[in-house]
RNA sequence: CGGGGCGUAGCGUAGCCUGGUAUCGCGCCUGCUUUGGGAGCAGGAGGUCACCGGUUCAAAUCCGGUCGCCCCGACCA
C-alpha cells in the first residue's frame, strides 16, 4: 500500500478492499484456529440490530424462540440419506469426552433439523399441536475449505427456523411466508435489493422437497445467497417418525419447513453498499446513526462547543422516532485528533449522518449535517435539527436502496443472449443474466463447468422479463423457465 | 487438497543473496504548540526476528524439518 491510510479501491481488488473495510472497520478479526472469525463490537451491533428486527417479524408472525443443543448424535444425521451426504464433508464430530473415546459420536451441527424434529416427534401428537412455529438463533459448524470473513466460516451465528404443519400446502405457504419476510428485511432493513425464486435441484438444500432463495447482487456482480427457506415435505418426518392424528382420526405425517440467514449478511451488507471511503451502513441497521464532531481552536472554544455539543447530543437522544426507539447520536470527544482525521474514521466505519459543530456553528445556533451515502452537506438550525437529521436519515436509507437497485439492474441482462456473449461477460466484468433453459441438469451442469456460473434462482414472477428469452442459453432448445445466472459466492 | 505468498515491536515493513546482535513508517506514552478534511516539534516505551534442530567463534541471515496464516482454484449459508 503506497498510502496505508487510504483503502484498496474496489476496482483495483475488489477481495482485498472486502478484507481492508472489515478489518479496519473493526467488524470483525481473524481468530487464532484457522477459518475462525472473531465478530467485533462493531459488527456485533450491527447483528445484534439484524437479529431484533428478524426476531420481532418472526414473533409478528406466530414463530416462537427455543433453543437445541450444540452436540447431535451422529446417526441422527445419518437417518435422512440426502441430508448426511449433503453435510458430511463438513462436519465437526466430536469423538472424546471426559477423557473417554465415546461410544457414538457427536457431530457438532451444521444445521438443526434433525435434533429438532427428533424432539418435534415427541411433542407432536394431535392435529392440534399444528402448527408447531419454533425459531432458534444460534451457532453452527461447517467445515470449510475455503473461507472469507463473514461469508464463509468454520463457524456462524445465524437463526433457523424449523415448523411443522398438517399439509403439504400450508408447508408450502409457511415456506413462501418465510422468504418474503426475508425480502422484507433485507430491502427495508438492508436497503439490499434481492431476487426471490427457487432453487434448482442441483442447488437445492439437502433434503428438501424445494429451497426457495434471496440473492442479492454484491458490487463486483456477483450473486451472494443472502437467504434460504425450504419446504422439507415429509423427508424429515417420515425419518423421525413425527406423526400426527387427523381430525378424521387418521395418521399422518407432519410436513417441516425450514428457513435461515446468517451473520453472512454483514458481509453482504459491506460488499452492497461499501464505497472505496469504507462502510456505509443503512440508517436502520446502524448501531451510531450520527456522530457530532465538534472542533474548535481555542480553550475557551472548546468548552462552549463541548457544552452546545453534549446538549445536542442530549436532545436528538430524546428525539421520537416513528418507532419507539430514539436517535442513536455518538460524540467524539477525542482530542488528540482533528477533525478531518475524525471525518475519515467514521467515514470508514460507516456512519451515515455525521453532524460538525464549531464555534461559528454555536454562534449563529446552527451545525452541518454530512451524508455519509452522498458527501452531501448542509446547514441546518439547531432548533429543527431533530427533524432534519431524522428525514435525512430516512432519505438515505431510502437512496440506498434505490442506488443498490439501480446499479444491480444496470448489472442485468434480459432475453437471448449468445453462448458467446455470455462467456464473455461472466469471464469480464459478470451480470444478473436472465436467460432460458431448457430444464435439464445436463445444460446446467455443463454451463457452470465453461463458465464458473449457476442458476442462481428461477426467479418469482414479478422479477421475470417481461420478453424472457426463447431460448435455452446452451442446447438452444426451446427454454421452458427463465434463469436466473450468475458467479456466486 | 493443488498453486502462490508471507511469518522481524500493536500494525505495516527493511535487513537475508554476501553471517558480526535489528531499519524505517504508522500507532502508543510525556510535554509544548495545534484542531472547519488524515497536525508539528522534542523526548520516550516497546523485540524469545513463528517454532525445533543443525553448521559456525558468532545465525533474523546459511542448511534440514515443523507449524501457522493470507491469497488464487475444486465444495459451500
Not at 451444521?110 to 408447531?132: C, G, H, N
Not at 438463533?137 to 404443519?165: I, S, Y
Not at 423427508?235 to 425450514?258: C, H, I, P, R, Y
Request: hydrophobic share 40%; proline share 4%; charged share 30%.
Amino acid at each position: 500500500m503506497a498510502d496505508d491510510k487510504k483503502l484498496t479501491t474496489r476496482k483495483a481488488d475488489f477481495s482485498a478492499w472486502y478484507n481492508e473495510v472489515v478489518l479496519r472497520a473493526e467488524l470483525a478479526d481473524y481468530s487464532p484456529v484457522r477459518g475462525c472469525m472473531v465478530i467485533r463490537p462493531d459488527g456485533y451491533g450491527i447483528w445484534e440490530r439484524m437479529q431484533r428486527t428478524l426476531d420481532d417479524m418472526f414473533k409478528a408472525t406466530g414463530h416462537r424462540n427455543a433453543y437445541f443443543p450444540l452436540l447431535i448424535p451422529q446417526s441422527f444425521l445419518s437417518k435422512e440419506a440426502e441430508h448426511v451426504e449433503g453435510f458430511a464433508p463438513e462436519l465437526a464430530v466430536v469423538t472424546h469426552g471426559g477423557g473417554k473415546e465415546l461410544e457414538e459420536p457427536l457431530v457438532i451441527r451444521p444445521t438443526s433439523e434433525t435434533i429438532i424434529y427428533a424432539m418435534f416427534a415427541k411433542w407432536v401428537q394431535s392435529y392440534r399441536d399444528l402448527p408447531l412455529l419454533i425459531n432458534q438463533w444460534a451457532n453452527v459448524v461447517r467445515w470449510e475449505m475455503r473461507t472469507r470473513l463473514f461469508l464463509r466460516t468454520l463457524e456462524f451465528l445465524w437463526q433457523e427456523g424449523h415448523t411443522a404443519h398438517a399439509t403439504h400446502d400450508e408447508a408450502e405457504e409457511e415456506t413462501r411466508r418465510m422468504v418474503g419476510i426475508y425480502r422484507d428485511f433485507m430491502e427495508g432493513y438492508m436497503a439490499m435489493p434481492v431476487i426471490t425464486g427457487q432453487k434448482t435441484n442441483s442447488e437445492r438444500f439437502a433434503g428438501a422437497l424445494r429451497t426457495y432463495s434471496c440473492e442479492a447482487q454484491m458490487q463486483d456482480n456477483k450473486a451472494l445467497q443472502a437467504g434460504t427457506s425450504h419446504n422439507l415435505g415429509q423427508n424429515f418426518s417420515k425419518v423421525f417418525e413425527l406423526k400426527f392424528q387427523t381430525e378424521a382420526g387418521d395418521e399422518a405425517f407432519a410436513w417441516n419447513t425450514s428457513w435461515g440467514v446468517s451473520t453472512r449478511l454483514i458481509g453482504g451488507l459491506v460488499m452492497t453498499h461499501g464505497d472505496d471511503k469504507g462502510l456505509r451502513v443503512p440508517p436502520l441497521l446502524a448501531p451510531i446513526e450520527i456522530v457530532i464532531v465538534p472542533i474548535w481552536r481555542t480553550d475557551e472554544d472548546k468548552a462552549r462547543v463541548f457544552e452546545s455539543a453534549k446538549k445536542l447530543k442530549t436532545s436528538l437522544g430524546e428525539w421520537e422516532r416513528r418507532e419507539p426507539n430514539r436517535l442513536r447520536v455518538h460524540l467524539d470527544t477525542r482530542d488528540n485528533m482533528k477533525p478531518g482525521a475524525k471525518y475519515y474514521d467514521w467515514e470508514l466505519r460507516g456512519v451515515p449522518l455525521r453532524l460538525e459543530l464549531g464555534p461559528r456553528d454555536v454562534d449563529a445556533n446552527q451545525c452541518v449535517l454530512v451524508r455519509r451515502d452522498t458527501g452531501a452537506k448542509q446547514t441546518v438550525s439547531l432548533d429543527t435539527v431533530g427533524e432534519d437529521a431524522e428525514v435525512l436519515l430516512e432519505k438515505i436509507q431510502d437512496d440506498m436502496l434505490t442506488a443498490a437497485r439501480d446499479r444491480r439492474e444496470a448489472n442485468s441482462i434480459r432475453g437471448d443472449i449468445t453462448w458467446a456473449r455470455f462467456t464473455e461477460v461472466m469471464e469480464g466484468e459478470g451480470a444478473f443474466v436472465y436467460a432460458g433453459w431448457c430444464g435439464s441438469e445436463e445444460c446446467e451442469r455443463q454451463i457452470k463447468e465453461a463458465t464458473k456460473a449457476t442458476i442462481r434462482v428461477l426467479p418469482d414472477e414479478e422479477f421475470r422479463s417481461s420478453e424472457p428469452a426463447t431460448k435455452c442459453l446452451k442446447c438452444g432448445n426451446p427454454s421452458t423457465v427463465e434463469a436466473l445466472w450468475a458467479k456466486a459466492y
